[in-house]
């Protein structure tokens, strides 16, 4: 057994160009994990200037001074979010307050329909409802010290959304501006024979900066058609629910089939088991299909070359770790593993295939 992981070793970290990128990673993994939080304005920053360095770099590709476009752009897209902001959040909290002055009429009618079933399914005993309302009043007794608390702390993240409004948008300039000066810098103190970590670098590059882009138009075009859907049958809360299909899509698989709860509930109590009911959710299922059937496929074309699988264990894994930043940056973490996983054996074995050659005898 010593033989064979000694073996496994020695080929796959006999390379010192393998074992210069298997400490960074842990380098990079480690730090990630114990000072996450206190990052997040530096990762909400790279978000954003990946986001950005697309229009960008076509205009600089035109001739226009990169400076000047930087600010263009920057400006432009904080008056694009200042403008959604203001236009949908007095929206969105309008509708949260009627929902949930409604709550405790659902939750009675939700008990009502439960108490009902055992008339229809005998193998449905009240002692098992009663059970279950238990639960549901004891979860719902929590949510509502859960906003208690948020409520109570609302300073403090009124302070911290402050410090983030002001040291995002200066972060983000200063990543874009000074981009080439940063990669130099970062390249300064790293070995010269980097092959391995520079061919890792540029997969990684590429895939984080179209999935950026694509997820961002992905949640607007999402948002935006289950808006028009939702207005046009009349559903209640049509914005505060477009918002949450719209950010769904951050989680694959899992977040378009938690979303469709809150939905669904809301369209019941609206109208019942009727036809209009049975519409909604027909729409609805039609959406989702042509989200990831249609406009995924266009907008991450070659980018995202991944089994569901993995996409799904990634978000388990990687959102595990660190909450809403793992989640989000899933994806290309998975993309990221993966290029490593691929390289890196071609790689060593290119290396291991690489024989000196004898000198010729004098």
Not at 73 to 100: E, G, K, N, S, Y
Not at 123 to 150: C, D, K, N, P, W
Not at 312 to 333: D, E, H, K, N
């Amino acid at each position: 057994m010593k033989e064979v992981i000694g073996a496994w070793l020695r080929k796959r970290f006999s390379d010192p160009q393998a074992v210069i990128l298997a400490i960074l990673l842990v380098m990079g993994f480690t730090i990630i994990v114990v000072a996450g939080e206190m990052l997040a304005p530096l990762l909400a920053s790279i978000v954003i200037a990946y986001l950005l360095e697309g229009p960008i770099g076509k205009m600089e590709r035109l001739g226009a001074p990169r400076l000047l476009v930087v600010v263009l752009v920057l400006v432009l897209f904080m008056a694009f979010l200042a403008v959604l902001f203001f236009a949908l959040l007095p929206i969105m909290w309008q509708q949260m307050a009627d929902l949930f002055q409604e709550l405790p009429a659902y939750i009675s009618r939700g008990q009502q329909a439960l108490m009902e079933l055992p008339a229809h399914y005998p193998f449905v005993s009240e002692a098992q409802l009663e059970e279950l309302m238990t639960m549901i009043r004891t979860e719902l007794g929590g949510l509502g010290q859960h906003l208690l608390s948020l409520s109570l702390s609302s300073l403090a993240g009124g302070i911290t959304l402050l410090v983030y409004l002001i040291l995002v948008p200066v972060l983000v300039f200063f990543l874009l501006k000074d981009k080439e000066h940063i990669l130099a810098w970062v390249k300064a103190y790293l070995p010269h024979q980097r092959s391995l970590l520079t061919e890792v670098w540029e997969e990684l590059d590429q895939q984080l900066g179209n999935y950026v882009r694509g997820k961002f138009w992905e949640i607007l075009i999402v948002a935006g058609a289950s808006y028009l859907l939702f207005a046009f049958m009349g559903l209640k809360y049509a914005m505060l629910l477009a918002v949450l299909v719209g950010f769904s899509v951050l989680v694959p698989y899992i977040g378009a089939a938690v979303v469709t709860i809150p939905i669904a509930v809301v369209g019941y109590f609206q109208w019942g088991l009727d036809s209009q009911f049975a519409w909604l959710m027909i729409a609805y299922a039609i959406l989702q299909a042509l989200d990831g059937n249609v406009l995924v496929p266009l907008l991450f074309s070659g980018v995202v070359n991944l089994h569901p699988v993995a996409i799904i264990a990634a978000v388990l894994f990687f959102g595990g770790i660190w909450g809403f930043w793992g989640v989000f940056f899933a994806i290309p973490l998975a993309t990221l593993v993966s290029a490593v996983l691929r390289a890196w054996p071609a790689h060593g074995e290119e290396q291991e295939g690489q024989r000196p050659r004898e000198e010729p005898a004098s």
